[in-house]
Structures are given as C-alpha cells and as structure tokens.
C-alpha cells in the first residue's frame, strides 16, 4: 500500500535548488567558532611573543644602568616598555623588577619595583638557576611581565581569562651590583 501523502512529496525530494542554503545554514555557524577561535590563537601567540620581548627589553634596560637607579628611572622604563605591548591594553598589563644580592652564600631580595597594575604574584623564590648566575656580591636581575588575556571567544562563550607571563634574570653589566635607594 502506498502512502497517500507521496505525491505532494515527490517534487520536494527531487527538487535541489535549496540545498546550498542548507549546507550553509548548517556549516556557517562552525566555521565562524574555528574562524574566530585562530583569531583568539594567533593573538595569544602575539601577546606571548610581546610578553617575553618586554620582559627582556625591561632586564636590559635595568641592567645597563650604571649602579644605580631612582624610582624615575625605573618607572621611565616602564613607560619605555609599555609602547612594546601595544595595542593589548595597559590596564592588563604588569611589569615588575627585582634585584637578588648574594652574601654570605645565601640569596636575598636586595629591592623591588612594580608598575602599578596588580602585579604578578608574590615575588620570585631564589633557586639554583639564580644561585648558578650569582657570584659572591653580585646581583640579579628579575624582570617579570605578566599580561591578563581575554580571548574574543571567551567573551562570546563565557571563558575566563588567562594570564600570560615571561620572566628574565639578568646579571649586572657594567657593575656587580645595582642600586636603588627610594624602591
């Protein structure tokens, strides 16, 4: 027994005129996600690359010092460092120096500078890598930057952020030690 409705089905099974504007119904919304999702990749690559470029910039600025350095010089390489991040906003963006002196055999935070974000974290534990770079009154230089990431995805799905973030320790270049009174 045939089905009575076939005939009103017939012209709709062998008509393909819309099948394009399925497909792409159907397709359009993924490709969109894995579009915007290499948008979101390619810029945390980006701010990972300028994270590490920064915190290197920062070292060296701080290490070419000669022996001592104020509050206005560190802060004026911050201002110099921040131009490297461009465009990820400020607001989300950290940068952080500190200075180990080794005495004694043993490692001790000499002095610290922040910008005025948030910060990184608690300030960096001395450990073998440090002690290794270290000669008897000799400092290290710690420079930390850390950038909070949004990805664009995230905002649209409800993905939190995560924090990208690079760390340098460099030795002193034109003296052993480098000061820093008001820090």
């Known amino acids: 027994m045939r089905d009575p409705g076939w005939k009103w089905r017939r012209p709709f099974v062998r008509d393909t005129r819309g099948v394009a504007s399925i497909e792409m119904a159907l397709i359009f919304p993924i490709m969109l996600i894995v579009f915007v999702g290499l948008v979101d990749v390619a810029n945390l690559l980006t701010a990972n690359r300028r994270v590490t470029l920064t915190a290197s910039t920062l070292g060296d600025l701080v290490t ?4 001592h350095v104020t509050t206005a ?3 004026g390489f911050i201002s110099a460092a921040r131009s490297i991040m461009d465009p990820f906003p400020e607001a989300s963006t950290s940068l952080e120096f500190y200075t180990f002196t080794k005495s ?3 490692v001790q935070l000499d002095w610290e500078h922040k910008s005025n974000n948030a910060g990184c974290g608690a300030a960096p534990v001395p450990d073998a890598t440090m ?3 270290m000669a008897e009154d000799n400092d290290v230089v710690v420079s930390r930057t850390c950038y909070i990431w949004q990805p664009v995805l995230g905002i649209i799905l409800g993905f939190s952020t995560t924090t990208v973030q690079d760390q340098l320790m460099l030795r002193p270049r034109q003296t052993a030690r480098i000061t ?3 820090c």
């Open 73 to 75: 010089d560190l802060n």
């Open 131 to 133: 002690e290794n770079l």
């Open 64 to 67: 070419q010092s000669p022996g």
């Open 104 to 106: 004694s055999g043993s």
């Open 180 to 182: 820093c009174d008001d």
